[in-house]
């Protein structure tokens, strides 16, 4: 079985900052802590224009607190990413103060330009209020002339478990501003990942009948997820079958079907005709040519569907050779919803 694993997700810049709480009093006397994570999920390295070619890495954000927090009101603040919340700069919040009441407003990415150690502030094009949930949207980044466009996207993390009802929509507990940035917009938006998939080709036994060697591509694939990873009908793109350059063989006809009790116990050939044969698919088309096979996203009845687990499907693509002896290839495929 052959893997083959795509994700748009880069290593984290620093450590998560820790949660937990740090109260220095009871009810709305005492004051919690918030700090800052990154994640890079840029495609290419980021660069600036003093030169051209001089790599840009986000080091922290900045922004301001909302006029009706009862501490800070108005002020401004500034994190570095991976810098614990117990440690400056930190963001500091009254105890059980509103997120909506005392928003923290995100208004710009501090970066470093090459070796220069002097940072600087890139504003968003539009700064926004940071809520549990990545906005829809990402912000673009302001940048000086000639520099890669990028953008960004956050929310705030470690404040999901409340320990009453009342406190959903407070700062209750020490938390994170967790940020995504990359140059391409649809990476910091509300997409799953790339999903993952595995191969399994099937020949009768005694039969030189070669079977089917497709790949994915879904390079145009967009999943939209709300903040719950629920898939919207908003989603795009499809998954693409391509055959390779060298050596390729087509199939005649392709079925796609939902998930099966036992995920992974289609190893042998009787398993996978049986199914092929027996199952009931999701849709199945005809196979013309060498030419690409397309299907689009909503034939893989995903829309409404929870992400937060895996949840798989499976082509199955059949040819028939001399003497009408059919092979097989099957790829199982892994949804995912995104991360962070």
Request: with cysteine; charged share 15%.
């Amino acid at each position: 079985m052959s893997y083959l694993t795509m994700s748009f997700v880069r290593p984290m810049i620093g450590a998560l900052a820790l949660a937990g709480f740090a109260l220095s009093g009871c009810g709305n006397g005492g004051t919690v802590q918030g700090g800052s994570d990154g994640f890079d999920r840029s495609l290419k390295a980021l660069s600036g224009n003093t030169p051209l070619t001089s790599p840009l890495l986000p080091k922290g954000i900045k922004g301001s607190f909302g006029p009706n927090c009862k501490v800070h009101k108005n002020e401004a603040w500034s994190l570095l990413f991976g810098a614990p919340a117990s440690v400056p700069p930190a963001v500091e919040m009254a105890l059980n103060d509103s997120i909506n009441g005392c928003p923290l407003t995100l208004k710009s990415i501090t970066v470093q330009e090459g070796a220069n150690t002097a940072l600087k502030d890139y504003p968003l094009a539009t700064p926004f209020n940071l809520t549990r949930a990545y906005p829809t949207a990402a912000a673009t980044i302001n940048q000086p002339a000639g520099g890669l466009a990028f953008y960004a996207n956050a929310h705030l993390l470690n404040l999901d478990m409340p320990p009453t009802p009342g406190q959903t929509d407070t700062y209750f507990q020490d938390f994170v501003i967790s940020v995504i940035w990359s140059d391409d917009k649809s990476a910091c938006e509300l997409n799953a990942p790339p999903a993952t998939y595995a191969t399994v080709k099937a020949t009768a036994q005694g039969s030189s009948v070669p079977p089917p060697n497709y790949v994915i591509n879904w390079d145009g694939l967009a999943l939209k997820v709300d903040a719950n990873k629920i898939v919207q009908p908003s989603s795009s793109g499809s998954v693409i079958l391509q055959l390779p350059t060298t050596t390729p063989q087509a199939g005649e006809e392709w079925k796609l079907f939902s998930d099966v009790p036992d995920c992974c116990g289609m190893n042998s050939f009787a398993e996978i005709d049986t199914h092929y044969r027996t199952a009931t698919p999701l849709v199945t088309d005809m196979i013309s040519g060498t030419g690409n096979v397309t299907i689009s996203w909503d034939k893989f009845a995903l829309q409404g569907v929870n992400l937060s687990t895996k949840k798989y499907r499976y082509i199955i693509i059949k040819h028939v050779g001399a003497g009408n002896v059919v092979s097989y290839e099957l790829m199982q495929i892994a949804f995912t919803g995104p991360q962070p």
